[in-house]
């Protein structure tokens, strides 16, 4: 594959391994995730250059748009997380659990 | 220029001067002196009687009558608005009456509240009152009619609440405005309808292009404000009510003159209703309706002035009845002469009232012929002209419309109901004359009975001539247009004074009986029925307002409070929102990084098995 097509699709998966294998902080897990929605715009970019297909160019910024909203709703999660838990640890999410 | 109708039209323009005149004084910014009530508005009043006399004498002697268009006022996209004047016989025979009767109160009221410190604003408000009645009568347009009728409604607000310290008082003066209203609804209605359909106002046009069209609901509409202005069955609580005010006000408003105006809306417009037999038998069953239950109500009720009342809306049920016969002038004879006699009546109870140091009731009167004879003799002649003893006034007016009625082929159930009526009529009246002037006195010893004061006297003496030979004058001197039937079986013609003495008899009969006991515990439901008033106030005037009142709570609190606010709107939509996420999370075990790491083993042998 092109140098190109690797490197985004490499940042894909590797946010999403650090997504997955998070380990202390839900603010890293976050930081991943946006790192996922940025390479997946990348990707959009270049396959609508790649292809050429002009009626595409909207959808880069149509996800930009919606990722920025989820990435509000995961920042209200996290206040919420450290309103009630005191800090966004993860271990503290299951603390009392048996 | 022809003489006669030049003084004809000339006087009648005075009579309304002299009347505004007083009233124009008081515009002025320096204090009237103490005696302006007597000097000024009594003077006006008997000199504008004594002009009026002037165009009757002419329309006795020729017939004439005359319609006077003064002024062009103003103008609405269709039609204009003048002020016009129409004296017909209707309004050159009631002027004078009006202003006899009004003579007579005034002079009377001049005594009765000579020691109100307001007195002279008390003789403007029945000045102002006066002219706004004379408009209404001699209205030829409805804009000219409107303006008399508020007119009159509202001087009869301010002065039902003329001792506005009393509770009573003042929800009086409230009830009468608001069944006033419920009334002007039906005649805004009719004005609205005839601006729509017939393009005018003017009573002229009204009668000519009337012919080509459905009146009825115009009429209802009328028969509406009539029922409201002249306390018909319905919206009849606030005639007995309105006692609260002064006795000259009662006198004046509430006998002779103000409630008489609907009635004379209706003969106004009659030929209106000539040919519509809807409105007819609605005249004719609302007026028997409504004589039967006001006299029915009028026999236990125990204040003088409620039962003079009472009396007062049976006769105008009695007015009604005949406009439902098709007989107009019948039920503006009944209005001339009613006037007269309810007057007196009126009057006599205010002297007789502080006489006995303002004692109403008449338990606590009687033997009354011996201390004060003039009065009490004034009240049976009164009593007697009401009842329609032969040859009084009452008489030429009654007696006549009974005959009508039993000699037409309408209903014979209005027929039934008036005649128990009228034999009411003698009891009550009766009830009113033993209760006062025989028997023993049943008041204090020291009550200040004194009828010396010609203010007094005179007045009573006056309407007490007006009560004798009133109904001959009139009935001798004004033809009427519709044939009355003159042949009919005796007992027909005598049917009025034949109730009217058993009604007498029975009166007398129970009143002997009232000192024996026939039984134990007495049964007086009927009693209770009558005495309040058929229940008819207490049930409207409180279940009414409670309906209302208690729909405007549920639905701000219920169902907007409540329901939109909680149930519907942001709350529950939050509430759903939680239970669902509760139900959701408890099946979750909180173990993320598990989750997340099976997720991305799936996703990894997901693509390599596409490679493969």
């Given amino acids: 594959m092109t140098p190109v097509h690797f490197s985004f699709c490499s940042a894909f998966i590797l946010g999403l391994m650090g997504l997955t294998f998070h380990r202390t902080h839900l603010l890293s897990a976050l930081l991943c995730l946006e790192g996922m929605m940025l390479s997946l715009f990348i990707a959009l970019a270049l396959w609508t250059l790649q292809f050429e297909m002009t009626g595409f160019s909207a959808a880069p910024m149509l996800l930009l748009a919606f990722s920025a909203c989820e990435a509000s709703a995961g920042l209200a999660l996290l206040v919420a997380t450290a309103r009630t838990h005191g800090t966004d640890r993860l271990q503290n999410l299951n603390l009392l659990q048996c | ?612």
Avoid at chain 2, 80 to 88: A, V
Avoid at chain 2, 120 to 128: D, E, P, S, T
Avoid at chain 2, 256 to 267: E, K, N, P, R
Avoid at chain 2, 419 to 429: E, N, W
């Fill in chain 2, 1 to 612: 220029m022809h003489l006669t109708t030049l003084i004809l039209s000339s006087s009648l323009i005075l009579v309304i001067a002299i009347l505004i005149y007083p009233l124009l004084t008081t515009l002025n910014p320096n204090p009237q002196d103490q005696k302006w009530a007597i000097t000024h508005v009594k003077t006006s009043v008997k000199a504008a009687f004594l002009m009026s006399l002037l165009p009757l004498m002419i329309f006795l002697d020729q017939g004439t009558e005359t319609i006077i268009t003064n002024w062009h006022w103003m103008n609405t996209a269709p039609f204009d608005i003048n002020i016009s004047f129409k004296f017909d016989h209707y309004s050159i025979i009631f002027t004078p009456i009006a202003l006899y009767v009004t003579w007579s109160i005034l002079e009377f009221a001049s005594w009765y509240m000579h020691s109100d410190p307001l007195m002279n604003r008390f003789f403007k408000y029945l000045l102002l009152f006066l002219v706004a009645m004379i408009l209404l009568v001699s209205a030829n347009n409805m804009f000219q009619l409107f303006i008399g009728w508020e007119g009159v409604g509202i001087m009869s607000f301010l002065l039902i609440g003329w001792w506005y310290g009393r509770a009573d008082a003042n929800t009086a003066a409230l009830q009468a405005v608001l069944y006033n209203r419920v009334g002007d609804i039906g005649l805004i209605m009719a004005m609205a309808w005839l601006a729509m359909n017939l393009n005018s106002w003017e009573i002229q046009q009204i009668f000519f292009l009337s012919k080509n069209f459905d009146m009825t609901l115009p009429l209802i509409g009328l028969i509406l404000a009539a029922t409201g202005k002249s306390a018909q069955f319905g919206l009849h609580p606030w005639l007995p009510s309105a006692m609260e005010g002064p006795t000259p006000v009662s006198a004046l408003l509430h006998s002779s003159t103000m409630v008489v105006a609907g009635i004379f809306l209706l003969i106004r417009l009659h030929p209106l209703m000539e040919n519509n037999n809807i409105a007819l038998t609605t005249c004719l069953c609302l007026g028997a309706l409504t004589t039967l239950f006001t006299a029915a109500c009028a026999l236990t009720q125990n204040d003088i002035k409620k039962i003079v009342a009472f009396s007062t809306s049976s006769q105008l049920g009695l007015m009604m009845v005949t406009i439902g016969l098709n007989q107009p002038q019948l039920a503006f004879l009944h209005i001339c002469t009613h006037a007269f006699f309810k007057a007196m009546l009126f009057l006599c109870s205010g002297s007789i009232i502080h006489s006995l140091n303002d004692e109403q009731d008449i338990r606590k009167m009687g033997g009354l012929q011996n201390l004060m004879p003039m009065t009490s003799t004034c009240l049976t002649i009164g009593s007697l002209a009401l009842t329609g003893t032969p040859f009084l006034a009452g008489f030429f007016s009654k007696d006549a419309i009974i005959e009508a009625l039993n000699t037409s082929h309408l209903n014979a159930w209005a027929l039934i109901l008036t005649l128990i009526a009228t034999s009411f009529t003698a009891v009550y009246s009766f009830r009113v004359v033993y209760f006062v002037t025989m028997g023993t006195p049943r008041f204090l010893p020291l009550s200040p009975i004194n009828e010396n004061n010609p203010s007094v006297i005179n007045p009573i003496k006056r309407l007490a001539w007006g009560s004798i030979i009133a109904g001959l004058i009139i009935t001798s001197n004004f033809l009427p247009s519709k044939t009355p039937i003159m042949s009919m079986p005796l007992t027909l013609k005598l049917a009025a004074l034949l109730v009217t003495i058993i009604g007498l008899l029975t009166a007398l009969e129970l009143t002997a009986m009232t000192n024996k006991q026939f039984k134990i515990t007495p049964t007086i439901p009927l009693h209770h029925f009558s005495n309040m008033l058929g229940y008819f106030p207490a049930i409207i005037h409180r279940l009414t307002p409670k309906l209302n009142l208690s729909l405007g709570q549920s639905i701000a609190t219920q169902l907007i409070d409540q329901t939109w606010f909680e149930a519907t709107g942001p709350k529950g939509v939050s509430s759903l929102q939680v239970k669902m996420a509760k139900t959701v999370s408890d099946a979750q075990q909180g173990m993320i990084k598990t989750y997340l790491t099976i997720f991305l083993l799936t996703t990894t042998i997901a693509i390599l098995l596409t490679m493969i």
